[in-house]
C-alpha cells in the first residue's frame, strides 16, 4: 500500500505551487537550528544556491528581505506600474533604461540582485545587459510580480 502522505505531498493530488528543494532545506534549518538574522552559515547557504540556480522565489525573498542583510532589488518594469506598487526595498529603472542608467544600478558586494517585472521577459532582457556590463549574481524572482502579490507578499506604492 502507498504511503498517503507521500501521495498528498507528492502525488497527483497535490495542489498548488512546489516548494523549491532549497526552499524547503532553508524551513528545516529555521525550525531544527533556530536560524536568525546573526546565524551567517544557513543565511550564506540559502544566497549560495539561489545565486547557483538562477532564480529565487517569492517565499524566499520574503525571508530575506527580513534578514540584516537583504539582497538589492530591481524593478524593471514601467514607472506607471511600479508608482501602483513594488516590492518593499525595490529600486526602479525601466528595462529599456538600464544600460544608460547602470551606475544607479543597487550593487551590494556580495549580495545577489534580484530583477524582476510583470512576468518575465523585461527582466531577462535587463539580466542580459547587467551581465553584459560586469554585474555579478544577477538573479530573476520566479514567478516576478504577479506571483509575489498572488502570494500575498508585502507591498509598497
Known amino acids: 500500500m ?3 502522505f507521500s501521495y498528498t505531498i507528492c502525488g497527483p493530488a497535490a495542489r498548488g505551487p512546489k516548494p523549491s528543494v532549497a526552499f524547503v532545506l532553508f ?3 529555521v525550525f531544527t537550528t533556530g536560524f536568525a538574522s546573526t546565524d551567517i552559515e544557513e543565511y550564506d547557504l540559502l544566497i549560495d544556491t539561489v545565486v547557483a540556480r538562477g532564480h529565487i522565489t517569492a517565499d524566499e525573498l520574503a525571508l530575506l528581505l527580513d ?3 537583504p539582497p538589492a532589488i530591481l524593478d524593471v518594469r ?3 506600474e511600479y508608482v501602483a506598487g513594488h516590492i ?3 529600486v526602479h529603472i525601466p528595462f529599456n533604461k538600464v544600460r544608460k ?3 544607479e544600478v543597487p550593487s551590494i558586494t556580495g549580495q545577489p540582485l534580484v530583477v524582476y517585472c510583470a512576468h518575465g521577459p523585461r527582466a531577462w532582457m535587463a539580466r542580459r545587459t547587467l551581465r553584459n556590463k560586469g554585474v555579478k549574481n544577477v538573479i530573476l524572482l520566479k514567478g516576478h510580480w504577479r506571483l509575489w502579490v498572488k502570494q ?3 507591498v509598497e506604492s
Do not use: S
Open 2 to 4: 502507498n504511503n498517503p
Open 27 to 29: 524551513l528545516l534549518l
Open 67 to 69: 534578514q540584516e542583510k
Open 78 to 80: 514601467f514607472r506607471k
Open 88 to 90: 518593499p526595498g525595490a
Open 101 to 103: 542608467r547602470l551606475t
Open 152 to 154: 500575498g507578499h508585502p
